[in-house]
């Protein structure tokens, strides 16, 4: 992938498709395929995405990411080392947050919902059969600017 000459849009040289530069400071390339898995929360389908370069799923409509475990496990690690300046303190985390539901769109299996224990009080959904991770629109960045030793200086 690589910017346009407008520096707006990505553009593959392989398949020749375009896709807006950043969905969140350029952390999330989003592509125009679908992928034939459907989101979890919305129930449409699901397109092709790159997060720090790893391969994903996002939905256009609520903004939701599909990334396997290790991916989002390196991508936790990247954005962490890159964060600078005190952490943002996270909210405390809600009973019914936990009480949440959802189908992987994977295998099609009840993800686990549960806080995720690195840094920050953020609830994940796990599928362990598959090892993938649902996060919600902005979940990612949440954890990364958390407040933690593992920061930048």
């Known amino acids: 992938m690589k910017r346009t000459l407008d520096d707006e849009t990505y553009y593959c040289e392989f398949c020749s498709s ?7 400071d350029d952390i999330i390339q989003v592509f125009q395929e679908t992928c034939g898995l459907t989101c979890p929360i919305c129930s449409v389908p699901l397109v092709t995405a790159s997060i720090l370069g790893g391969p ?20 936790v690690d990247v954005l962490r080392s890159r964060a ?29 919902t549960h ?5 920050g009080n953020f609830v994940i959904d796990l599928c362990t059969v598959c090892s993938t991770v649902w996060l919600d ?6 954890i990364a600017l958390s407040p933690g030793g593992d920061r930048e200086a």
């Open 84 to 112: 600078k300046g005190p952490g943002i303190s996270p909210k405390p985390i809600l009973p019914e947050q936990l009480q949440r539901r959802i189908n992987c769109p994977h295998c099609g299996g009840t993800m686990e």
């Open 115 to 119: 806080p995720y224990l690195g840094p």
């Open 56 to 75: 994903a799923s996002y939905c256009r409509n609520c903004g939701g990411v599909l990334v396997k475990q290790e991916i989002f496990l390196a991508v």
């Open 18 to 24: 375009t896709s807006p530069v950043a969905v969140s």
């Open 137 to 142: 629109k902005g979940e990612i960045m949440a």
